[in-house]
């Protein structure tokens, strides 16, 4: 039986699923009952028993004592919760608690599902994975590190023989760039934050289908390596400035995602299918393992207890998947060096 074939399968479910994420389910925000209750918390500063400072203004329209979040610690106030923020967060763990007691579903507000902050951290499972998944890759980076310019044999002009160092030098910045935005995003839902975390991971997807092209074809000659890369980062490079500056398309920007996963996927597992590499292995199950957590992402609930959710379970599983990616990336450098040497013995 051809491994491939349930493989293929499988991509195209997550694939599947995930576009069909960008139909949310119903928004809580239009329920009268948040409504009034966002609307009373604005006017008298309370949500049942619950006050709050920076709900009190002054005949202007300002806050008393100026914003709220300036009369928090240093380490809280960049979160910068005020009145309208805080009202919701605490109407909607109201709504939701009233809703759970009449057996109703739980619904999202504001496209976000009811999460419970932890010291003013807005989904703190998440904010840990992906801290997590920063400590993976950025060990992972640096052992490969230690790997190509200290444990293998150097060039007489000390570079190393391994043909893709440098790309991989990238892809590390890359990756531990991307997790240090999400972790910051989950932390604290804005504008900007979420613009950070939406491009750093388009930007990560489109350098590793450039990558996976590049070590596929096993493409060394750097003028072919322009002519190959230039299309693809033009074309993310413009996404992302789309996305910034023109519209903040979520259901586009799905699309583009999950276009340029696929298609590396399928290259890799191409590739582990048909090539002789020793460790062809370790890519087939970082490989599949990626798409099984591609729809493990699809099964969008709500957060258990209120803290862990199915992107919460998707940061869970690429823990490992990122350390079974960087020992490939070890031991294909191995593969290479020990090639060059013998071929020059």
């Known amino acids: 039986m051809n491994p491939m074939v349930p493989f293929h399968s499988l991509l195209l479910l997550a694939a599947l699923c995930l576009l069909l994420r960008t139909i949310t389910a119903t928004d809580g925000a239009g329920d009268l009952l948040y409504i009034d209750c966002v609307e009373q918390c604005e006017k008298t500063g309370c949500v049942g028993d619950r006050c709050f400072q920076h709900c009190k203004f002054s005949s202007d329209g300002t806050p008393i004592d100026g914003p709220w979040y300036m009369h928090e610690p240093l380490y809280l106030r960049w979160k ?8 919701r967060y605490h109407c909607m763990l109201s709504r939701e608690e009233e809703r759970a007691k009449h057996g109703a579903q739980p619904v999202k507000y504001h496209g976000k599902w009811s999460f419970k902050r932890v010291s003013g951290i807005q989904e ?19 052992s490969f590190f230690i790997l190509v310019y200290y444990n293998l044999p150097l060039r007489s002009d000390k570079k190393t023989y391994y043909e893709y160092t440098g790309l991989w030098h990238i892809y590390g ?7 240090f935005w999400s972790a910051v995003f989950h932390s604290r839902h804005v504008e900007l934050t ?8 388009v930007a990560l997807l489109g350098y590793t289908l450039i990558i996976s092209i590049l070590r596929a074809f096993n493409v060394k000659d ?6 190959i890369s ?4 033009a074309f993310v490079t413009t996404h992302i400035m789309y996305l910034n500056f023109y519209e903040f398309a979520y259901g586009w920007n799905m699309k583009v995602c999950v276009t340029m996963a696929v298609c590396q996927l399928l290259i890799w ?3 582990a299918g048909v090539s002789d590499h020793p460790s062809r292995w370790k890519l087939f199950v970082a490989v599949v393992g990626e798409g099984v957590a591609m729809v493990l992402h699809t099964f969008d609930f709500p957060p258990y207890k209120g803290y862990v959710d199915a992107h919460a379970l998707y940061h869970a599983t690429t823990i490992p998947l990122a350390f079974l990616w960087w020992s490939f990336i070890r031991d294909d450098a191995e593969f290479r060096t020990s090639y060059h040497l013998n071929k020059v013995k």
């Open 194 to 201: 979420e613009k950070l975390d939406y491009s750093s991971a």
């Open 269 to 271: 597992a191409i590739w």
């Open 124 to 142: 703190p499972v998440a904010v840990a994975l992906s801290a997590l998944n920063l400590a993976i890759q950025f060990h992972g980076w640096v």
């Open 230 to 233: 230039a299309p693809l980062v």
């Open 80 to 87: 910068q919760w005020d009145c309208r923020t805080d009202c």
């Open 173 to 179: 910045i890359l990756s531990m760039n991307s997790w």
């Open 222 to 227: 750097e003028a072919r390596r322009v002519m």
